[in-house]
Nanobody
């Protein structure tokens, strides 16, 4: 079992930056792939980014590529999402998720086993 708790959300300015953190409980954090998803009002939850258990491989949605960076610190049981060049369209509830390793980095929410409660990110223009 893995429990995930996100933090770092809040109000950001367009063209500004925010960093989200996701702290995991459990001793096997470093064996899980981690992902970030987001859900804007009235929209379905969408994939943002994912990272392998070593941190050596990442995957990004086209909408955030070049602006967001996913990383992890296994010694701290923490995954991060650094968000730069924020846009109002980035406004959403952001969720971190974990899944057992598989052949490719998963991008569908149905492929993840554990979820955090979400943290609100609001970007003003």
């Amino acid at each position: 079992q893995v429990q995930l708790v996100e933090s770092g959300g809040g109000l950001g300015q367009a063209r500004g930056s925010l960093r989200l953190s996701c702290v995991a409980s459990g001793r096997t954090f470093n064996t899980y792939f981690m992902g970030w998803f987001r859900q804007a009002p009235g929209k379905e939850r969408e994939f943002v980014a994912s990272v392998t258990w070593t941190g050596s491989s990442t995957n990004y949605a086209d909408s955030v590529k070049g602006r967001f960076t996913i990383s992890r610190d296994n010694a701290k049981n923490t995954a991060y999402l650094q968000m730069n060049s924020l846009k109002p369209d980035d406004t959403a509830v952001y969720y971190c998720a974990a899944t057992s390793p598989r052949g490719i980095l998963p991008t569908m929410d149905s492929q993840y086993d554990y979820w955090g409660q979400g943290t609100q990110v609001t970007v003003s223009s």
